[in-house]
């Protein structure tokens, strides 16, 4: 029985209902969730400043409520302040492209990812190569028109996304699609069976993986570049951050 | 409730037994495992030649048991077979080193691989570049001195391998440690406080991402080069092998 | 004087009699050939599954007839088995990729691969990146359509074959041509001149390159990844195999 | 006639200052420099989660001071927020690693990093990989003893970094060295005539870069991933942040 | 005050002439330019055989004229000889293809080439593979029609040069441009405002990086692979060459 | 019946003896070897300086002495100016660096190379990575001591080679051994009992490869990067490379 804190890096409650909606039907029996929505920030992150922004307002979500929980899921794609993260928190941590990039890699050999706007590609293959999967990326495809409103996406554009997943397929050689995005979470289980190749998104794979890290329990690294930042002066930092900086 | 079908790509009976008993420590309530050891390979695979006999060993095994079950693992490190199984298996394949690999990835970003023989090294660092994860691989320590018993390789050398860990991390910048091969099972959960990083083992990670990806229930491709092969002629195989063959 | 044992990897004598007729054409006088094909397979090997059983059926031919040669050709593009054989044969083995690659390297800086099927094409770029040799990969372009017949297939598609050469050297920047799959030897030569670069094949450059490692004469490797296995129980396999891994 | 600002993502007044001298030394005639230190933060970032602390608070400094300047310099190894700052900014940007690679790169083919500790060295490690410049780095060594004073570093280990660099010349292949850190602004210049092979540090690298990019004038990007992000909603930001985003 | 000599490896007086006044636009005030133009060669070097000999006739060049210089430039994309050069001048060289790269990793992420003839796309790809910068290559694009004349090139060709940025821009994902060749000398300048990225040359970024160089005057290495050649005999030199290698 | 050209990059005819003898030892019966030797240039090459110098003086004898032979290979370890001839010769080149490390890709996954001298080891390195083989290269080790005369080196340093050579198989995980360098022609064939793996040389592989690639007979490249240099006017240059880039 684990209990998993999902932070929303971004300031959209709308997106944090929707990712509380599809994180419980992925969760396993038992499992207990713990909600969370960035304080500042943007309404939807698709670039790198965006991403430094989110990154400090996930970490002021964790500092003060990840107390209690197994693990914690940075829920947007890019996984904003993930390695950060992973430093000062004691129990383990993942992130939507972490995960689904772990589930796709476990499902064949190589993948694409389907994005929700152009802008965001870049950043995406650059999280992709963060995590050392470059030679397994098979392409990034996006929608091309700019984004009417980010909640409504799944119906606003599903049979775009599907088709930009078939030429992944048939003309860039993937084996997987990764959706990409909190705002697409549920639709790999709504389009599992129109696409010929195994689909994944980010909140499942987050939720399942964040489960078996909690099985498996590791300890918390004590040396190497995951062990806490040495002790040292700091300034203008929040109560909870400072915590953080300060736990042993 | 998954079933998940375990496959020891060796014929050592002792070693299907460790696995079996690791393996239901480290099962969600409720998941049901099969198990299964080759007909015909090596006692200890550290060798591709090892490895090609024991792949077809696993397929056989595969062909004739893999119906009914939700995830298929095979359990040797080097995961022999393991790309051509999920060609042909309509469930999840995963393999002990691809889901030690995951986990690893999943709580740090470089790890070291700790192997029981020096001559499986080589072998194992084509697996993971197999993997695409040659970045990510901090280094390849292993025992140098001959087995004496694949069975009792625990009680023998655990000392040895702990410091070989050590080594890694202070050494070679290792965030994680993985205990690589079936006859380590269980060694990471024993020798965790006593690392100053994350270890993981490969088998209690397969059988928990084997639950994962039998909750995601990812469709079989259809398209891609998971896909079933093209039919076509074949002769002098086994009747399991030619109904995998056959099934469209 | 080279004697070399040719083994076709596929069950298909039709194949077989393909390359002995272009590897006579293509050995030096005095070069001596010995033929062999598949016990068990399939007709034609497209993906890592019939690799994997090609590989098994490649080492039981080898088992029983490579006594008395000075190299072994593996005759199928992907050389399944390759590596393993090259562990426990004590003869220097290559194969039809392996040998094409080398060739091509020997010719241009970049090169492409023309493939007879589709779904061949991502297990052949895979081959190419355990070469290590992605980096000088231009492209794989294949025939879309189905294919009708494996032995006619140089009559029925070498337009379409040349075309999509000639399409790789202008649009993907290939310095080299190569022709890939057993059922294409001897094409490399009739299109010569019809192909504004050079052009090679598999069966040639094998047949080639074995007399050269044949006159080269390395000394088998007795330590390394490429040394015999070591001795450990087996059970279940042929006698042939049985004495290939007992040697010393 | 240049203006750059320089902005010390540490919270350290003692380091600012240091920085400032060093750079009135390197920079050209007539370049003005204003000075601004980190509002929020650590003393000094060696870790991913300092990092991601510094790359908000120098964001918040850019925000605030950066106009009227031809190219702002992000003052800490690591660069943090510096990809970010490169989106909002309509002047050039640049930071203290990615300066001293550029240098480092103008002077010879592989180059290693001598830095001040060794936890810091993972982060500096991810950071050359993601400059895409992992095959040109020959080694990172790095001080093994705990920093006393961040200020007197360059008094109390001048010695132990000169034999560090010696080592890395001698043993990694070395043919060029970057000395770390603005807390060793400066000791290039000292040390130049001690040291085999040409060595830089990242100040003087990013204050004579700066100046080139304020001559050469970019136009700001209007397309592609550094063009500002798409106006959006957003929550809880600094004025100055507001203004950045809010910049057409 | 920086003394740069400029060394044309062609032997186009008219392109040394549009050299040197673009050159001039670039230098800061006080620089002082020098002129070389190749005494045997090609008139535009666009092969590997071109650069070879355009490399031994910057070397005749650079010996008979460096001395008092503070820096060299070698003004030819591809940079002819530049890391031959760095072994056995005093003083810091640097070429245009080299400038250039670095420039455009200061101004983004990836960058695309622009480049004048299809022919001189493979060597040009060699050259940033050389430099280790093939992974931030977005792409190379170039004119496909002969050249009519490389003096003329600007004028003939300006739009189609556009034209071909803005596709890379679009389609290729490049966040900066890079104008090639010393024909193209100042059409970045002239194109600063019609392109929606940073565009820069190889002639304005080498002039300011040598001077950049000069400045930070880093001393001659002694050791490494950029130290002067062991002294052996040597035949058949010019009295140039013969003075460089016999130089301690 | 193959006609060879074998031209020694170098100036000294002691070596150029030295490869006759060992190039008769390794050809085939019937091949017809032409010597020629460097008119200009260095003793030893060990740089990329002494490189240039080669590749011109090498490009020069294949001007005049290429004529009416089948293959012409580059006899000196690093290859000096051999994709620069293969773009203006009608036959096919190698070198003894790009024919060595095909012997060792053909005999093996991961070879070691040994030199002679530590200061080639840089150059060496470069080489293997213009190839696009530095994934396949284990290690380079060289003798550190300076030598004293580069014609006696097989008897001064023999057991100093195999010593190097048995650490790279027991440390660096090499699986063939490369001896590298012209004056060590013929030693592979002397110390192939001593070593536990195959050893090879680059003069005897250059031999036989070029005999392969004359049997194979391929094109000349009319298209791509080694087709003919386009004609443009050229001055200086001698009567041969002027007739080199003039022949269409």
Redesign the interface.
């Given at each position: 029985m684990a209990r998993l804190l999902i932070i929303n890096p971004n300031?959209s409650p709308s997106v944090t209902d929707l990712i509380e909606a599809e994180a419980r039907r992925?969760a396993?029996p038992g499992t207990v969730l713990t909600m969370a929505t960035?304080?500042?920030?943007?309404?939807?992150i698709?670039?790198?400043?965006?991403?430094?922004?989110g990154?400090?307002?996930t970490?002021e979500a964790a500092a003060e409520q990840a107390a209690g929980h197994d693990a914690v899921i940075v829920a947007a794609f890019g996984d904003p302040?993930l390695?950060?993260?992973?430093?000062?928190l004691p129990m383990?941590v993942?992130g939507l492209t972490?995960?689904a990039l772990?589930?796709a890699?476990?499902?064949?050999?190589?993948f694409s990812i389907i994005a929700i706007?152009t802008?965001i590609?870049?950043?995406y293959?650059?999280c992709v190569?963060?995590?050392?999967?470059?030679?397994?990326l098979a392409s990034i495809r996006s929608l091309g028109s700019?984004l009417r409103d980010v909640a409504s996406i799944q119906q606003d554009h599903r049979d775009a996304l599907v088709a930009l997943a078939e030429r992944a397929?048939?003309e860039d050689?993937?084996?997987v699609i990764v959706l990409a995005g909190a705002p697409l979470a549920g639709l790999a289980r709504q389009v599992?069976?129109l696409?010929?190749?195994?689909?994944?998104d980010g909140l499942?794979?987050a939720v399942?993986?964040a489960?078996?890290?909690a099985?498996?329990?590791?300890?918390?690294?004590?040396?190497?570049?995951?062990?806490l930042?040495?002790v040292?002066?700091?300034?203008?930092?929040s109560m909870g951050?400072q915590a953080?900086?300060a736990r042993r």
């Open positions: 300031i992925a396993s960035a304080r500042f920030g943007v309404a939807y698709e670039t790198r400043f965006e991403a430094m922004l990154a400090h307002a970490a302040g390695q950060a993260l992973r430093e000062v383990p993942t972490e995960a772990m589930s890699c476990l499902l064949g050999q190589r706007s802008r590609s870049a950043w293959r650059e190569d963060a995590h050392g999967l470059l030679g397994r700019p397929v048939a050689g993937a084996d599992r069976d696409l010929p190749v195994p689909v994944v499942s794979s399942r993986h489960e078996t890290l099985a498996l329990a590791p300890a918390k690294a004590r040396a190497g570049s995951f062990a930042p040495p040292k002066p700091n300034a203008g930092l951050i953080l900086l």
